[in-house]
Nanobody
Framework: VQLQASGGGLVQPGGSLRLSCIVS????????LTWFRQAPGKDREGISY??????FYADSVKGRFTISRDNAKNTVYLQMNSVKPDDTAVYYCAARRGNDMISSTWRQHIQYDYWGQGTQVTVSS
């Protein structure tokens, strides 16, 4: 299983960016995925999850970010709108095979078996 995150870059505050995570080697239908991010000097933070019937968002991104998946393309997206300087981080996608997770566990990075390499997002004017 390989995860390839892309779409990061430099964006101005208030702008938008769409990240993609392409999953190869498996059929995405059987997997649930989460976007994490890690800012310098901070812990890795789970920000958005997409399962088979559930989606979760961290409070810090709720209402601004939208997660989606296209199983036919084996790809998960993170649409980032109204970005802020605090969104600056390396963004990672992570996957695990199985049923939907629950709200108390999806943000735990130890729950995931597969990780992408990360894509840098910098929000600055």
């Amino acid at each position: 299983v390989q995860l390839q995150a892309s779409g990061g870059g430099l964006v101005q505050p208030g702008g938008s960016l769409r990240l993609s995570c392409i999953v190869s080697g498996v059929t995405l239908d059987y997997y649930v995925l989460t976007w994490f991010r890690q800012a310098p000097g901070k812990d890795r933070e789970g920000i958005s999850y997409i399962g088979h019937n559930r989606r979760f968002y961290a409070d810090s991104v709720k209402g601004r970010f939208t997660i989606s998946r296209d199983n036919a393309k084996n790809t998960v997206y993170l649409q980032m709108n109204s970005v802020k300087p605090d969104d600056t981080a390396v963004y990672y996608c992570a996957a695990r095979r199985g049923n939907d997770m629950i709200s108390s566990t999806w943000r735990q990075h130890i729950q995931y078996d597969y990780w992408g390499q990360g894509t840098q997002v910098t929000v600055s004017s």
